[in-house]
DNA sequence: TGCAATATGAACTAAAGGTTCATAAAATAT
DNA sequence: ATATTTTATGAACCTTTAGTTCATATTGCA
């Protein structure tokens, strides 16, 4: 159980208890057990999938009694709205956080680094990140309004800004397509990233594989953007 | 109900049958109970995803009973398990024949081709298609190794196989890395691709939107591929 | 007309999963 | 030390879901 994630969360609960999504008891509790539960409802809910979500499961999980879950959450329902709401929260907090640092940096630079943001991340983190990207790739229509939209449109946005800084700097041709072409960047690199986040979506996606590493595909990756694959005239 | 597709269908059951995945009922079925069948299946697994399917659901929503389902294919299981193998047939059947007119295509054409190959399916195609995405993004190991990694390999293989030749016509620089290169153009493909196919991955992909329609994308995709971002030096 | 094949869907069954609550334990106050 | 509040527990309850069966009806065919 990894603890030092817990200072970082405890203003978001504090939040999240002022807005009736969790209860005083879950803020009160000691930090072993409040992560205990965090994790178990977010390793949960990445296997299964957020909507199948089981609270019976998540306690088990958890090393806690059910009806603990119900003194914490109220419901199942409400189990799932506090993960949901904290997943939101830390994900925008952590992409604002990074911005003007990836906006400044010179675009290949930048994108080396937005693309390899994850290699240290803590146990929290990741669950966090999973538990986005499981939500990602699932139809739920009230997921996709509350998680996937909002976070998706701020990862896009700020590979458009950076390539925006790009343009200005000199660093790109001026005819590409913004837009279409931030876009392109934002699909690639979510699919970079995920294959690596969800191990199972490499079957698909197959970015590694065989002796192509994430390190190789990093600079495949950065060469094909800058420079496309046509030969220089 | 689209009745076009049913004779291209029929040796794919015949085949089925003698491998004990449907009995000589299913197949001597008229082509339009046939396909209502089919078409619920394969729906219905869009919908809620492959191991998810509900044979009640399926039952009702082709117009036919429980009961009926039963005599065709003995089981649920026995169901998803004809659903399964008649889209990988289908599928890999469809790739290795486009196969040879995408290879001799210059890069750039082969690519719009590949990408733009869904402008006009049928909707038992398109049935068949959603079906693999579903599977493709579900992390149930048996569909992955069953479907999705077969399917994608193939994908893959022909994209390395176009952009090979596209090497040896000297259209490509010769100092990209092939392997890792080919897997990028091969996920970017998909993010394109499945965005449009299940349009509620487009709130993550975010592909198209504004402005930006599929055409503008199809272009900008390409331009991306051969030229890249940077100045021309 | 009768036999074989097929269709039907109510009824059976099992499992899953959300919720409650009487009871016990722990923490806090008096 | 005792009373009181807070919190923990998990068996039991209940509803829903979903797979399966089968007696009965229907259809096609010899």
Redesign the pocket.
């Known amino acids: 159980m990894t603890l030092s994630d817990w200072p970082q969360l405890q203003s978001h609960i504090a939040e999240l208890e002022q807005e009736g999504l969790v209860?005083?008891?879950f803020r009160?509790?000691d930090a072993e057990?409040q992560m205990a539960v965090i994790h178990a409802v977010l390793d949960e809910a990445s296997e299964r999938g957020p909507t199948?979500?089981?609270?019976?499961?998540v306690a088990e999980r958890a090393?806690?009694?059910?009806?603990?879950l119900?003194?914490?959450f109220g419901?199942?329902?409400g189990m799932l709205d506090f993960a949901v709401t904290l997943c939101v929260r830390y994900m925008s907090d952590a992409f604002e956080s990074f911005r003007p640092y990836l906006i400044a940096l010179p675009f290949d630079q930048g994108l080396r680094l937005y693309l390899s943001g994850g290699v240290e991340w803590s146990q929290t983190q990741l669950g966090l990140i999973q538990f986005f990207a499981r939500a990602a790739y699932h139809s739920d229509s009230e997921l996709l309004e509350r998680i996937v939209q909002p976070v998706a449109t701020t990862m896009r946005e700020l590979v458009r800004a950076m390539l925006e800084g790009a343009i200005a700097r000199g660093e790109v041709r001026p005819d590409i397509d913004l837009d279409a072409t931030s876009r392109l960047i934002h699909g690639l690199s979510i699919v970079a990233g995920d294959s690596q986040i969800l191990p199972y979506l490499n079957a698909y996606f197959q970015i590694t594989g065989g002796d192509v590493l994430p390190e190789r595909v990093l600079d495949a990756f950065v060469a094909l953007v800058m420079d496309g694959i046509a030969p220089r005239s």
């Open positions: 209860t005083r008891t009160r509790l057990r199948a979500i089981n609270i019976k499961h090393g806690v009694a059910v009806g603990s119900y003194t914490y419901s199942r329902d």
